[in-house]
């Protein structure tokens, strides 16, 4: 059984690893599937979105003569990773109070 990250899941995945280094499209979306088996087809709709939400920005440099779209996190970006980080520790304290057998208070 997996897991599915989706959502707000994705989306502060996305912003966390870009709150560290900017990093072009590709090298984004495999080191997403790497780590969360996410595919590209899903991830670049994310990237768009957040984009479209003013949390990520673009710019391209040029690489052995093409170019490559860079994405870079955006101060209102950085608010919702932290918005995002909050809403998981609340979520996984949740879980994992009812999967060790406790009880929701």
Same mark, same amino acid.
């Given at each position: 059984?997996?897991?599915?990250?989706?959502?707000?899941?994705?989306?502060?995945?996305?912003? *966390?690893?870009?709150?560290?280094?900017?990093?072009?499209? @590709?090298?984004?979306?495999?080191?997403?599937?790497?780590?969360?088996?996410? *595919?590209? *087809?899903?991830?670049?709709?994310?990237?768009?979105?957040?984009?479209?939400? =003013?949390?990520?920005?673009?710019?391209?440099?040029?690489?052995?003569?093409? =170019?490559?779209? @860079? @994405?870079?996190?955006?101060?209102?970006? %950085?608010?919702?990773? =932290?918005?995002?980080?909050?809403?998981?520790?609340?979520? %996984?304290?949740?879980?994992?109070?009812?999967?060790?057998?406790?009880?929701?208070?």
């Amino acid at each position: 059984m997996a897991i599915q990250a989706t959502g707000i899941l994705l989306d502060g995945c996305v912003l *966390s690893l870009l709150a560290k280094e900017d990093a072009y499209g @590709y090298a984004l979306t495999q080191q997403m599937k790497t780590t969360l088996g996410v *595919s590209e *087809s899903t991830l670049y709709p994310v990237m768009r979105r957040l984009q479209t939400d =003013n949390c990520l920005t673009t710019y391209d440099m040029p690489h052995n003569g093409r =170019n490559r779209r @860079y @994405y870079k996190i955006t101060e209102q970006g %950085k608010a919702r990773y =932290n918005e995002c980080q909050a809403k998981w520790t609340d979520f %996984k304290s949740r879980i994992d109070t009812v999967l060790t057998g406790g009880l929701l208070q």
